[in-house]
């Protein structure tokens, strides 16, 4: 029974304790990991920690809520252009920028959470994927603030002296995605949260215990778009700069598929969402270069992959690949304590 | 007052043509309650195919029929093989195997042809009708546009009413139960449904090729526009759908006219709130009480 220790390790039983526990050491961990890589696999950190932000946005509404957004693209393109204009007519430091980001994403995700919480599944669906549609085309009308179709620039972070300017972005990002997953975390395991998925799963009797269903909805919304706006202001940061091709309708529904494929509703599935979404257009890049496909094609390749991610999860495992592991682990430490301690009961999986 | 004029001729025809796509939307929706985000693509999908004809100097009659006649097949393949799984799921299920469905075909279609936008012919002429001494923003084509969508209207209407087939539709649409006791083949039906619905989008993908030029991403606006007419018709009746997409054509001619071409999209998003606002059903259905 050498093993039998880890199975008696427990992580602390108040939510905010838990989750800054996990956040600090896989922060830690994270941290180390950027020193060891090249500054090419650390500016691919950034570009994960960036999708996983804008992921646990959309998790949380979809997964706990139980809304669709096809907007998300569209907030992100919100929070890059209100952070790159700050940062571009400003000299505010850049945390500032991001909390404007944050905040422009949110009362965007307010306005359209409105009309959204009267819709439901298929209706709330084409409203925001009109939204994305119709939004970039803002930045073209509007040319003299939003720069048109050649966009902003924004100029990268300034690294402090002899720190790589690619991992300091990387410690930036991944900053943000501890704090988000850990806001996430408590804002799950809150009444917030619970009334998220009251109304998600019934909303008659969601209601009757004294929810405010269409308030609840309205929140998860705001929410949602406020991390997708973070992200979007992160993603302005990574690439330099927000153009309105960046945001497209695309975007949107590879962020869908990075949600379902990782687990609807599970916010460690975000980091497999969040690596496939980094992933995918190199792989397909590499597939499109043996194949001698045309150039272009390779992002064809890669929306054709999420394409086919997107049904056949939901056909075969509409818990997704979080949800296939924590059954198996489920199964395993199951045996496991069976086998070490019949008495102690099973826990349930964590960040629902 | 011209300019009024030739904006309303613009918008009737681009409305008759989101109409099509919107009447592809309710015939499924009617159906199966699922709203198929892929319409637009798999129309895409079948213009292409008639495209590729009709490069080969095939007559644009034949490449329309077979346009027609592979939306059908693509639409009862796609309601048989990934939709079928997921109608007795929740909602959100159906509506993201739509949209992978949506990204797939339309990725498909770029690696197959290209992703170059592609001029497709109109077969009637393009240069506006001249009535007394001017010149009228509306040609024979848009007359053939406008025909033929009045013509599948009609069909529509002819076989819900006055056929068997239709009654069977309707009737395994209203209670699959009960329409399987009395011998209905219920999944056949919904086959069919979706068949007759994609062949009405390819239709609306040949009509709207000329016009606006034939891409992998060409119908996601229309799509759009189309789902904005079904929305203000209902989704659950054919002729609002027309209603809704003659409305929206006019709105959205107005808006580009009067506003700027760029805020098309966005105002189809504004005259989607207001309506689901005001009416969240529709306009042209009963209110009903949500189902819980």
């Known amino acids: 029974?050498?093993?039998?220790?880890?199975?008696?390790?427990?992580?602390?039983?108040?939510?905010?304790?838990?989750?800054?526990t996990l956040a600090i050491s896989g922060g830690a961990l994270l941290f180390v990991l950027t020193t060891v890589l090249s500054s090419f696999n650390d500016y691919q950190v950034a570009q994960i920690g960036v999708y996983a932000v804008a992921l646990a946005g959309l998790t949380l509404l979809t997964g706990a809520n139980g809304q669709i957004s096809l907007g998300n693209g569209a907030f992100m393109a919100v929070g890059a252009y209100g952070a790159g204009l700050l940062l571009a007519h400003t000299d505010v430091p850049i945390a500032v920028a991001l909390l404007l980001a944050v905040a422009v994403g949110a009362v965007a995700g307010v306005v359209i959470g409105i009309p959204a919480s009267r819709l439901r599944g298929p209706y709330l669906a084409g409203m925001t994927l009109a939204l994305a549609v119709g939004l970039p085309s803002m930045v073209t009308k509007f040319s003299s603030v939003f720069g048109g179709d050649q966009g902003l620039s924004i100029a990268p972070p300034t690294p402090p002296n002899g720190v790589d300017p690619e991992r300091w972005l990387a410690w930036i990002v991944l900053l943000c995605v501890v704090i988000v997953l850990v806001l996430l975390g408590n804002l799950m395991r809150s009444r917030f949260g619970r009334a998220f998925r009251a109304v998600r799963d019934d909303e008659v009797a969601a209601s009757l215990v004294g929810i405010s269903v269409a308030r609840t909805q309205v929140l998860a919304f705001a929410v949602s778009a406020g991390c997708a706006g973070l992200a979007g202001g992160l993603f302005g940061l990574t690439i330099g700069g927000a153009n309105p091709?960046?945001?497209?309708?695309?975007?949107?529904?590879?962020?869908?598929?990075?949600?379902?494929?990782g687990?609807?509703?599970?916010?460690?599935?975000?980091?497999?969402?969040?690596?496939?979404?980094?992933?995918?257009?190199q792989w397909a890049t590499s597939v499109a270069g043996t194949l001698n496909l045309q150039t272009g094609q390779s992002s064809n390749l890669a929306l054709l992959f999420?394409?086919?991610?997107?049904?056949?999860?939901?056909?075969a495992a509409p818990g997704g690949l979080q949800g296939g592991i924590r059954r198996l682990t489920t199964l395993f430490v199951d045996k496991v304590r069976a086998g070490i301690q019949p008495s102690l009961p099973s826990t349930e999986g964590e960040h629902t | 007052m011209s300019r009024f004029l030739d904006l309303t001729l613009g918008g009737v025809t681009y409305g008759a043509i989101y109409a099509a796509v919107a009447l592809a939307l309710v015939l499924i929706w009617r159906a199966t309650r699922i709203l198929n985000f892929a319409q637009g693509a798999m129309a895409m999908f079948s213009t292409y195919i008639a495209s590729s004809l009709v490069e080969r100097h095939v007559s644009y009659w034949v490449a329309l029929v077979v346009a027609l006649a592979s939306g059908a097949l693509i639409g009862a393949v796609v309601e048989r093989v990934v939709v079928r799984p997921v109608e007795r799921r929740p909602p959100l299920n159906a509506v993201i195997v739509t949209l992978g469905l949506l990204v797939a075909i339309e990725a498909l279609a770029g690696i197959i042809w290209g992703g170059s936008l592609r001029s497709f012919p109109s077969y009637f002429s393009q240069v506006g009708l001249v009535v007394g001494r001017t010149r009228l923003a509306f040609s024979h084509f848009d007359v053939y546009v406008v025909c033929a969508v009045i013509v599948v209207l009609l069909g529509f209407v002819i076989l819900f009413r006055f056929t068997d087939v239709g009654l069977r539709m309707r009737a395994s649409a209203f209670s699959p139960e009960v329409s399987r006791l009395l011998g209905v083949r219920v999944?056949?039906?919904?086959?069919?449904?979706?068949?007759?619905?994609?062949?009405?989008?390819?239709?609306?993908?040949?009509?709207?090729?000329?016009?606006?030029?034939?891409?992998?991403?060409?119908?996601?606006?229309?799509?759009?526009?189309?789902?904005?007419?079904?929305?203000?018709?209902?989704?659950?009746?054919?002729?609002?759908?027309?209603?809704?997409?003659?409305?929206?054509?006019?709105?959205?001619?107005?808006?580009?006219?009067?506003?700027?071409?760029?805020?098309?999209?966005?105002?189809?998003?504004?005259?989607?709130?207001?309506?689901?606002?005001?009416?969240?059903?529709?306009?042209?259905?009963?209110?009903?009480?949500?189902?819980?």
């Open chain 1, 1 to 20: 029974m050498s093993v039998a220790w880890i199975w008696r390790l427990r992580l602390p039983n108040q939510p905010m304790l838990r989750h800054l």
């Open chain 1, 245 to 261: 091709d960046a945001f497209n309708v695309q975007l949107s529904i590879s962020l869908l598929a990075g949600v379902v494929l």
């Open chain 1, 263 to 281: 687990g609807t509703g599970s916010l460690f599935g975000v980091w497999w969402g969040a690596v496939l979404l980094v992933y995918v257009p």
């Open chain 1, 306 to 315: 999420y394409g086919v991610v997107l049904v056949v999860v939901m056909l």
């Open chain 2, 187 to 292: 999944g056949r039906t919904l086959t069919l449904g979706w068949a007759l619905a994609s062949m009405v989008g390819a239709l609306a993908g040949v009509l709207a090729a000329p016009k606006l030029f034939l891409g992998p991403n060409f119908m996601d606006a229309v799509f759009i526009y189309g789902f904005t007419a079904a929305v203000i018709g209902g989704l659950e009746s054919p002729l609002g759908a027309v209603i809704g997409g003659i409305v929206t054509g006019l709105s959205l001619s107005y808006v580009g006219g009067y506003l700027g071409s760029s805020l098309d999209a966005l105002g189809a998003l504004v005259i989607v709130m207001i309506v689901l606002m005001v009416r969240p059903r529709g306009i042209f259905t009963p209110i009903a009480e949500r189902r819980v």
